[in-house]
């Protein structure tokens, strides 16, 4: 600064005016007049739901459901194997759903409720699989027969 002097001299070291009627706003609460003001609250989660994508649930034709059957069967009596399953879980909020893959045990196959459990408490309706994969099915072969000899859900199997 230099030693002149100025036409706001006078003031310029004054105290800043002070109110006698309000009480002095805080810092944080000035600030505040100035943040951004969302006029559209929501829009744009609304925006981002709209955009999501789900997916369609896929009819299995009767070949694909007796190979479901047909492996199900298998796992009644062998609930110790790994097996890959895929099945469709439904949006809650739109139509459609979303494709899951879990590999993990079948502790318990539901046949009423037509439900599995799995050893990761994970409960899969039996109506909702898509495939059923693991390296136990690649070593056998499983025939069109066996549906036929009494592998389809019996009724009076109970809870494992």
Known sequence: MSDSTGKYDDIINMPRPMSKTRKHMSNHD????FAPFAALTGYDEAVSETARLTDRVIDLDEYEKDEIN????YLRDN???TVKITFFVPDEKKEGGEYKTTEAEIVKIRYYERELILNTGEVIAIDKIAAIEGDVFDKLEFQ???AAQGC???EDYNEF
């Open 79 to 81: 609930m110790d194997t």
């Open 152 to 154: 389809a859900y019996e």
């Open 70 to 73: 047909r492996k199900l069967c």
């Open 144 to 146: 069109k027969e066996e």
């Open 30 to 33: 000035r600030a505040a007049q």
